[in-house]
């Protein structure tokens, strides 16, 4: 069972850029599909991104597309979602989760405890 800890969350003004980072214990991390996603007040929790542990492919949210990277290193079990151009609308709790399938959506097998990110305008 793999442990997850995101850190780099923050205040950011509108335009801004922020780096989350997930660091993996407990399990190999090269085995697992690894994924960003989101949660903002009285929303229900939604889809960032993810990357293929076996193609190294990348998915994105339309509405992230072009802004955010998401990237992994397997060398140092961590998971980075690099966030640029941010706006309002990406204030949220973000949450990193680890799949042994690809999951393009919400069915993770095991989540960190998240980090707020809040955008002012």
């Known amino acids: 069972q793999v442990q997850l800890v995101e850190s780099g969350g923050g205040l950011v003004q509108a335009g801004g850029s922020l780096r989350l980072s997930c660091a993996a214990s407990?399990?190999?991390?090269?085995?697992?599909?690894m994924g960003w996603l989101r949660q903002a007040p009285e929303k229900e929790r939604e889809f960032v991104a993810a990357?293929?542990?076996?193609?190294?492919?990348?998915y994105y949210t339309e509405s992230v597309k072009g802004r955010f990277t998401i990237f992994r290193d397997n060398a140092v079990n961590t998971v980075y979602l690099q966030m640029n151009a941010l706006k309002p609308d990406d204030t949220a709790v973000y949450y990193c989760?680890?799949?042994?399938?690809?999951?393009?959506?919400?069915?993770?097998?095991?989540w960190g405890q998240g980090t707020q990110v809040t955008v002012s305008s």
């Open positions: 990357t293929s542990r076996d193609t190294g492919n990348s």
């Open positions: 989760a680890a799949s042994k399938t690809l999951e393009i959506g919400t069915a993770y097998d095991f």
């Open positions: 407990g399990g190999t991390f090269s085995m697992y599909h």
